[in-house]
């Protein structure tokens, strides 16, 4: 670990993709004073991302705006500290602002390659188009260039031999609502050199999140090592016929004091997310086993439009 | 379910085995009201239940007295009403001397049986202990009586015919602390009437209990079928050297917001009761295997003394 307090020289950032998590990266990193660049693969997609890094600045200064006066308000990503002045919060907002002006977008590895401190990679998750991108990557970034991919469910030692720089890569995994949820599970491959896996973690302090340290590969990290087996059991209970839902939830947060139960998470997570996750158990394609009884269960949903928060109805109404 | 407030008849409820669930049940069920006795098998385990009590009175009194003046020490099993005066209090803290003054402690079967509207078997979770003693049970009680077994991990159907009336048997399933964790999992078996389960579910809301309603049986009923494959996904990490346990602890909480993470869970839990539970998978006997891992690891600590909170020390200290 470096000593807390010395920087690493880290000044550019190049997030690649300007999706859900891309466009959050790029500005939060923007907005703890980085120089950020996103990549994107063609103009159609810069198109897209723009609209989604406007509504994101909005958030942020809404949220922002809002914890002036309501503590429930409070995001962990703009600020380490819980009690923030009207002032340093319209600082804060001003930096929303410049954060949002500065980002670059271009389509050209070059631009991006140029310089780059390090590289998140938050491209969809195909392992096609991501071994291609690193590919081509390779042959415009400097010797010094850290990569990292924000994959949620792949393994970087699936793709270290395509960056070109092994020791220079691993993984830099957010939570979807950055600013809120500022977790970053951090986890090297076998050949992930310490100095670099250190600079990450320091990157990743740096812009407000807190590191979760991995030692070793893990699918799932360490979050979804334990959601997955957790959510699936809760879903087997009421799959199965066991009881309601509403009870199963209710169970849980009076037994551990938890805020939510696993159906509020599931929720949360999203229906088609969790029966994704499902349907990779082979189990699952047989309607007599209670992982078939899941995915079915689960399918019915999705069906009827019932996908969880965002579409206003899950297991529960919102 | 009987209409709320119309009350079915229960007034003599029997309590057998005195030990740590057996005394809160029946000191429980004697401060809402209800005449209790204690079946214990020898004199020798009356003397070992009668300091159980005492203690568990003081435990009452001390917590409500600690609830004038301190919010957190609210429990639920005390009061439905979240805000008690003062007259309240002490008005219950009478009712806690006159429910221990009440207790009937009796190595009689014919004592015992006569007139029992509902015995709640809470004895060794030894399946041959418990079959002797439904046997024998049998042969005392009237044609009325509901029998409802404690036991953690054994299923209702497993017993019922030892019982005579396996249409009045079924599990009523507390949680230690009962007076502050105030649920109880109730659970038939596929012959348990359904008058029978809905007036155990109507005795435990009498007793303060909230009822969560199981449709069928499932081992380790709700909770335990969601918090052992958590708590085992949780243990596997951290034995396969992915990270420290409190590494894992805080991307949960982080996560999901809760109050607690898996490895303070499980000092709460008990790391012995975790490894039993560990040791009925067979692959936990192969050292090479992740559940090898995780058994040799708890293992350890158990050996060390650190079984938990209990002990003062399990993965934390206390
Ligand atoms: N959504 C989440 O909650 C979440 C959370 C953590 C990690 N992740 C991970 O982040 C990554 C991106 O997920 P997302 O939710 O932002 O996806 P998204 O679909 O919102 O965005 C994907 C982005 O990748 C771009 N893209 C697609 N194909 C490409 C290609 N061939 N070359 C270059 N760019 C391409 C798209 O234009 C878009 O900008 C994935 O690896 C995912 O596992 C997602
Ligand atoms: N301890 C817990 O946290 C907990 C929680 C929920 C349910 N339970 C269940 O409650 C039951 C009792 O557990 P406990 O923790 O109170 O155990 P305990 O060891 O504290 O008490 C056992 C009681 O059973 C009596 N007993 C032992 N053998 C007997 C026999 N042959 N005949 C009659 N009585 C006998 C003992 O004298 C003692 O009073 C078990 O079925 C257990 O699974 C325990």
Redesign the pocket.
């Known amino acids: 670990m470096y000593p807390r307090g010395v920087k690493m020289n880290m000044k550019k950032i190049v997030v ?9 990266i790029a500005l939060q990193s923007a907005f703890c004073g980085f120089d950020v660049t996103i ?4 103009e ?2 810069i198109e ?2 723009q609209p989604k890094l406007l509504r994101l600045k909005e958030i942020y200064l809404n949220t922002l705006e809002a914890m002036k006066t309501n503590p429930a308000a409070y995001c962990r990503g703009f600020s380490c500290e819980n009690e923030l002045s009207a002032d340093k919060i319209n600082e804060l907002k001003q930096k929303v602002e410049d954060a949002y002006d500065s980002i670059t977008l271009t389509t050209s590895y070059e631009e991006a390659g140029n310089d780059a401190d390090l590289i998140i ?6 392992p ?3 071994i ?2 690193y590919q081509e990557l390779a042959k415009h970034i400097p010797e010094k260039t850290i990569i990292a ?6 393994l970087p030692s699936a793709f270290a031999q395509y960056t070109g720089r092994p020791e220079k890569y691993l993984a830099l ?4 609502e950055i600013w809120r949820n500022n977790t970053a599970e951090i986890m090297g491959h076998p050949d992930t050199g310490q100095e670099y896996y250190d600079a990450v973690c320091e990157f990743a302090e740096n812009i407000n999140m807190i590191p979760l340290k991995l030692k070793k590969e893990q699918p799932g990290y360490i979050l979804n090592s334990m959601l997955v087996p957790f959510l699936s059991a809760a879903e087997a209970l009421y799959a199965d016929g066991v009881a309601d839902f509403e009870t199963i939830d209710k169970t849980w947060m009076l037994a551990t004091g938890a805020p939510l139960g696993p159906f509020r998470i599931l929720d949360v997570v999203g229906l088609t ?1 969790a029966y994704n996750i499902g349907m990779m158990n082979p189990k699952a394609s047989d309607p007599d086993t209670i992982e078939g009884k899941v995915a079915a269960m689960l399918k019915e949903k999705i069906d009827a439009g019932k996908t969880g928060i965002n579409s206003g109805e899950g297991f529960y109404k919102y």
């Open positions: 690649a993709g300007g999706g859900v998590l891309g466009s959050q990549w994107l693969r063609s159609g997609s897209r991302a990679e938050a491209i969809a998750e195909d096609k188009q991501k291609a991108f991919t924000n994959s949620s469910t792949m995994h957010f939570a979807n997310t």
